[in-house]
């Protein structure tokens, strides 16, 4: 199947049962689609006023992307905005640019790092993934993150990146932010839960941007450089 016809079938409800990248590359017609409850389709401009609710919804303020910070995503890489919409209403979002290397990653910061998008870059970045607050802990953003995954594959990409924050009052004041990233649970995922979002989906952990962010007390924190290869199957790999 197509990255076209994937993102067709999932605009009309219905998602591959099983996804191995590996065989749907090689075996297009292996795909067998199940219904969902929700579609995922493109952003549109028309989205533009719930797409900043939702921002508002999850993040602090300066955390925030701003309208005209989403209006150019939707401009300049309209395929790699997607929504998840629930009975009619936008639920979900997950925004994304096209890099070259990951090496560029370290040079900037949230406020900058838009600036390298290259419309045939070989990389996906992740920029964020939001689910509006009432529809959390249902799956939702689990789903729109693996379609994200599965979407980007099969239009060829093998190499997705994401710089993440972690969750802000778990860590202990005490523990250094090396350590930190090392704490797992007796499963083996780690304490954090937005870096355990991303290990979930097979992601690893790639490095770390000591100022990538600004915090509600102008303090810098760190961005934490995820990494995702797609051709190795998912699984908990930080
Ligand atoms: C992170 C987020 C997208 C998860 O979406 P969701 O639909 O609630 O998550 P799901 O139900 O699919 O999956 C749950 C997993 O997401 C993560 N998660 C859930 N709520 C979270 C939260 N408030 N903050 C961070 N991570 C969260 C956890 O890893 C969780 O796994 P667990 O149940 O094993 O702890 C959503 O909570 C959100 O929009 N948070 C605010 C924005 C944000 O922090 N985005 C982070 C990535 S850029």
Redesign the pocket.
């Known amino acids: 199947m197509s990255c076209e016809a994937l993102l067709t079938a999932a605009a009309q409800g219905l998602f591959p049962l099983e996804f191995d990248l590996n065989t749907a590359r090689a075996n297009p017609k292996s795909l067998v689609m199940s219904v969902r409850a929700y579609k995922i389709r493109p952003a549109q401009p028309a989205d533009l006023a719930e797409l900043v609710a939702l921002e508002q919804q999850?993040?602090l303020k300066p955390l925030q992307a701003s309208a005209e910070t989403i209006q150019r995503r939707l401009q300049v890489n309209p395929t790699g905005q997607l929504v998840v919409v629930l009975d009619d209403a936008v639920v979900?979002v997950i925004y994304s640019q096209r890099i070259n290397d990951v090496d560029g990653l370290s040079h900037h910061t949230m406020a900058s790092v838009e600036a390298l998008h290259q419309d045939n870059g070989a990389i996906v970045q992740?920029l964020?993934?939001?689910?509006k607050p009432d529809?959390?802990?249902?799956?939702?953003?689990?789903?729109l993150l693996e379609f994200m995954l599965q979407y980007v594959g099969l239009m060829g990409v093998n190499s997705v990146v994401?710089v993440?924050l972690v969750?802000a009052g778990i860590k202990p004041s005490a523990m250094t932010l090396t350590d930190y990233l090392q704490y797992k649970d007796d499963r083996g995922?780690l304490i954090d839960?937005?870096l355990?979002?991303h290990q979930?989906h097979g992601a690893s952990l790639a490095g770390v941007i000591t100022d990538y962010r600004l915090t509600v007390n102008n303090e810098q924190r760190a961005g934490i450089i995820i990494h995702y290869d797609l051709l190795k199957t998912p699984s908990s790999a930080c």
């Open positions: 999850c993040w979900g992740l964020a993934v939001n689910i529809s959390q802990q249902r799956g939702l953003g689990d789903e994401a993440s969750k995922f839960p937005i355990r979002f979930a």
